[in-house]
């Protein structure tokens, strides 16, 4: 399948480390029309963001050479449904460990439904027959993902443990990023309990998981195969069909997010988006949508380009002109 083509096909990274820009080289004749180029994805971002009525973090990480683009980056957001990029990202873990013989859920492990198990917003779970229907982990992650079903994120939660997501997450260094609630819980967010994070510890937390230091190679693969299942989501949508785009979205009210590794050719790169105060979430959803077409374009275009800024395609392969 193509999907898992590209995800073999993955770049290794430079070892640059996190928010570092490249050292310019004045030798490399696109260096200085590159920084030109990002410099208009950078102004493009703050015009997106300004013209909202509430308040937008972005960060964009360049996989190739650690160069980041940030935006209220540190600010703290309440994650919706994105959470779950770190619930999923601690089933693999488990998987893995198992796998050589450690505790923890496989994704093989199986679940039969339970009535007591299933909350508002799961559209796939609450057709289901309780005490019949039997599934598996990679089951419920793939509702989890795709349709973003609350019930089955709420199993694995309590599969996998929400203590073992937050202890997974400070092993990355992420401080300001918490699982603190199952999905639908109203009382715990209303005594302020709500699943938080920044654009840039998600930042960090995927490109971590791409960089094999959370997973091995085969985990890795396998979890951004799962998290590009196709779904609605806001980043993604606006993209063209082909774009493989491993993303979640979130929504709340007042708050829309999308947080994944988007694989354009040659130059895949984190973008993690987070809006609050949204008076007019459709707005919201159209902004992070307008993010990341402007992010795609930048980046396809340098992963397609000679440092000259010359794109040659197999229809461009003839005699110049």
Sequence with gaps: MKKMLVLALMASLSGLALGQRPPCCPDQPGNEKQQALRGKLEARIHEIADRLDGVMGVAVLDLTNGDTILLHADDVFAQASTIKIAVLAELYRQDQGAAAGQKGARLEDTYVVRQEDLVADSDIMLGLTPG?????????????????????????????????????????????????????????????????????????????????????????DAYFKMLATHKDDYAARALPDDVIAATKPG???????????????????????????????????????????AAYQYFSMIGRSSPYGRVVSPANSGPSK
Excluded: W
């Design 251 to 293: 929504s709340l009210e007042a708050v829309r997010n999308s947080c994944g590794v988007i694989f354009a050719p040659n130059r895949p790169f984190v973008l993690c988006i987070m809006t609050a105060y949204g008076h007019n979430e459709r707005a919201a959803e159209a902004a992070i949508g307008d993010v990341s077409v």
């Design 132 to 220: 019949k229907t039997t599934l598996t982990n990679r089951d419920l992650a793939t509702m989890m993902v795709a349709v973003s079903d609350n019930s089955a994120a709420n199993v694995l939660i309590d599969r996998v443990g929400m203590d073992n997501v937050n202890t997974m997450l400070r092993s990355l260094g992420l401080k300001q990023t918490a699982l603190r609630r199952k999905m639908m819980d109203v009382k715990a967010a209303s005594e302020g309990r709500e699943n938080v994070s920044t654009p840039r510890e998600m930042m960090f937390l995927l490109a971590a998981i791409y960089q094999d230091k959370l997973l091995d190679k085969a985990h890795t």
